[in-house]
């Protein structure tokens, strides 16, 4: 379950920021112990670039179009819901 409201972690939240705009690798992974809410930072910062996306400048002067939230919790893809 996730939190309505986000509260904290700004340190992840800027790390991850960071890692979008400055550094040159796809992937960026969060890890450790269940429970402290990996899963809610990532969601959080999903939401983060969803609505301010198209302002932040990645690589060539490039912004976001669409943003695809997908937990390691789910099961499978429905590519469907994603259009």
């Known amino acids: 379950a996730l939190i309505r409201n986000f509260i904290g972690r700004i340190d992840v939240l800027s790390e991850l920021l960071n890692w979008v705009v400055e550094e040159d690798e796809p992937r960026k992974f969060l890890y450790g112990r269940g429970g402290s809410r990996k899963s809610t930072a990532a969601y959080e910062f999903s939401k983060i670039i969803r609505d301010n996306g198209r302002y932040i ?27």
């Open 57 to 83: 400048e990645i690589c060539d002067r490039k912004t976001f179009d669409r943003v695809v939230f997908l937990s390691a919790k789910e099961k499978s893809l429905r590519s469907s819901n994603y259009r």
